[in-house]
């Protein structure tokens, strides 16, 4: 349960850029600055075999709605198989999305996250009303911080309800 909630933190902090995923070399910069000749939507990153299709539907899709840019990722059985930048991460700068560029997801994901919790509910794996940090036990505060006690008293209910008791 520990690693599956580990998983959920990581993936969040992920989402919301406390990592870096690493810096641009120049041959990167500069093909971030081309220019499509055509008014095609340049791609960065690497596709996988099967998988060349989704490119015209990620292609398809930006143009249709007018989306300036996007990234997609696709994981199979724990692997990393497809990770692709479309179109521009910043139109004026003409900088091209990069499959590691970070998006601003506000509150988009919320519904995912709580569909899965449920699911792990449903399953009996977790219940509403268990304590989120002694489910994450191991967990410490960096340099030598000092803990909360109201920590242990957060349920996985309050979360998903944003509130306190």
């Known amino acids: 349960m520990a690693h599956l909630l580990r ?62 840019g996007a990234a997609l990722a696709i994981v199979k059985e724990g692997r990393l198989v497809m990770a692709r930048g479309y179109g521009w991460a910043n139109v004026e700068a003409r900088e091209q999305v990069q499959p590691t560029s970070l998006f601003n997801l506000a509150s988009c994901t919320k519904p995912f996250t709580a569909a899965g919790i449920l699911k792990l509910v449903e399953e009996g794996k977790l219940r509403l009303d268990d304590h989120v940090f002694q489910l994450l036990g191991d967990l410490r505060p960096l340099g030598g911080g000092k803990v909360d006690p109201r920590l242990q008293q957060i349920t996985v209910r309050q979360l998903l309800h944003h509130w306190r008791r």
């Not at 600055?33 to 989704?54: E, K, W, Y």
């Open 7 to 68: 998983s959920w933190l990581v993936a969040w902090l992920l989402l919301f850029g406390a990592f870096q995923l690493g810096d641009r070399t120049d041959a990167q910069e500069a093909e971030a600055r081309r220019q499509p000749a055509d008014g095609a939507i340049l791609m960065t990153g690497d596709s996988a075999p099967g998988l060349a299709h989704l490119d015209e539907v990620m292609r398809k899709t930006l143009t249709q709605r007018g989306i300036p």
